[in-house]
């Protein structure tokens, strides 16, 4: 009888108990290999919900990574905004930035670029191919917001922060993404 009570009160509680959805993941498929990267939708689920807009709609499709920052500080790789040539992509209204969410700028995370304005972030986003915690949100620094982490494929990111690059960091041939597209874990 106790044993009967138990199973259906345990049976209560995990009807009862919220189930939580798995992380989106996403796959970058590039000129130089695919990277595939998980989304924190509970941690930045503004940043997130914009960034899925932009790969439903298939905005990122023949864009260029158009920033390479392989040397220095920060390292990192920036794209989704602009296309081959360097002309950019319209974009839609900019969201608020969630960059004091608790993720950090370390190697293999995602980030939204942004302008010196916080709330300005768009489309373009990078990927930080060293840990950057000077761009993390703290006194007197609004910070960037971190919203997914690199799962597979962190080798074509470094494929990718090794390209030659010219003034402005911009590579001297197209690191091209030629699509985003949702995918299982």
Known sequence: MKRTLFLALAAGFLAAAPIRAANP??????????????????????????????????????????????????????????????????????????????LSNKRGTIAMARTGIPDSATAQFYINHQDNLYLDKSPGNDGYAVFGKVISGMDVVDKIAAVRTGPRDVPAEDVVIKSIRRVEK
Request: proline share 5%; hydrophobic share 30%; aromatic share 6%.
């Open 25 to 102: 993941v996403v796959e970058i498929d590039t000129s130089m290999g695919k990277i595939k990267v998980e989304l924190d939708a509970d941690k930045a689920p503004v940043t997130v919900k914009n960034f899925l807009g932009y790969v439903d709609d298939k905005f990122y499709d023949g864009t260029i990574f158009h920033r390479v920052i392989g040397r220095g500080t920060p390292k990192m790789i920036q794209g989704g905004g602009m296309e081959p040539g360097g002309k950019q992509k319209k974009t839609k209204d900019p969201i608020k930035l969630e960059s004091g969410n608790g």
